[in-house]
């Protein structure tokens, strides 16, 4: 079964950091590019932080200079270093991907299935 499996979730002070991993898992050969998304309480899911299968990030405005996305190839995972955390950040953090199968079928975009990170004093 192929899916994407989400850890690093937690309770943090404002200041603090935070490191999130995604691994693929499953009948997979390679996976183009990675992604990281938050939704807020009431509000739609919105993009944090994507990375090409080369490994060029971007990153949305409010998380700039603060937040880093990386990706391991060969352990099929993408990763979030999230530093000086505020309030503001917390939210349910999502993973997304899109694989590829044997003789490099595409798979379609998975979702993970999500990670609280709260940040509070």
């Known amino acids: 079964q192929v899916q994407l499996v989400e850890y690093g979730g937690g309770l943090v002070q404002p200041g603090g950091s935070l490191r999130l991993s995604c691994a693929a898992s499953g009948n997979i050969s390679s996976i183009n590019a990675m992604g990281w998304y938050r939704q807020f309480p009431g509000k739609e899911r919105e993009l944090v932080a994507a990375?090409?299968?080369?490994?060029?990030?971007n990153y949305v405005d409010s998380v700039n200079g603060r937040f880093t996305i990386s990706r391991d190839n060969a352990k099929n995972t993408v990763y979030l270093q999230m530093n000086s955390l505020k309030p503001e950040d917390t939210a349910v953090y999502y993973c997304?991907?899109?694989?590829?199968?044997?003789?490099?079928?595409?798979?379609?975009?998975?979702w993970g299935q999500g990670t609280q990170v709260t940040v509070s004093s």
């Open positions: 997304n991907a899109e694989l590829f199968g044997i003789a490099s079928m595409t798979l379609g975009y998975y």
């Open positions: 990375i090409t299968s080369g490994g060029s990030p």
